[in-house]
Structure formats: C-alpha cells, structure tokens
C-alpha cells in the first residue's frame, strides 16, 4: 500500500480529524495538506488547532467544526485542555447534544 493509501484509509477510519496548522504557509508539509483536503472530502468533523495570531484562511474555517486557539506561551496542559473542550463539544454536537 502506497503512503498515501494508507493515509487514506487513516483519515476514512477517524471518527474526526485535528490539524495543528503551521504560523506559516513555509511551515505547511505535504502531509497536512493531504489530510485536510482528505477531511473536507470524506466529510470528517475537523478540528483546526492554531496558535492565537495566526491567520486562518477563509475556505478552512468554512470547512471546520471547531476552532481552537492556543494562546502564545500556553502550557502544555492548557492547549490540551483547549483541544479536549473542543473534542467534547463536537462528540456531543454528533451525538445530538447542544455545543
């Protein structure tokens, strides 16, 4: 199987998709970009994780779910925390409940 077959077969599995996004453009690997566009097309729920400032463009955040934003400097246990209040919330909003 192909690297990017097994991808595939990653992303249709995953009940969602969370992607750390890069400060930049210059950051952004081939691997990130494969999975979003995997997400947007097999309709995953998608998480989008970035850090407080850095600009999202437009046709992500009209694909994503939710939107988490790390401050600059948070701690470890504070993005996590971020990161499963939003889990959380998506789960429920799947699940039928308010979020």
Known sequence: MTPFAELVEHVKDSAMVVLIMPESIEDLDEKLARETGLAAFLDKPIIVMVREGTPLPSKLLAVADRVVTVRKGALGA??????????D???GHMLGRQS
């Open 89 to 91: 919330s998506l789960v």
């Open 78 to 87: 504070e993005a996590q925390q971020a990161l499963q209040d939003a889990v």
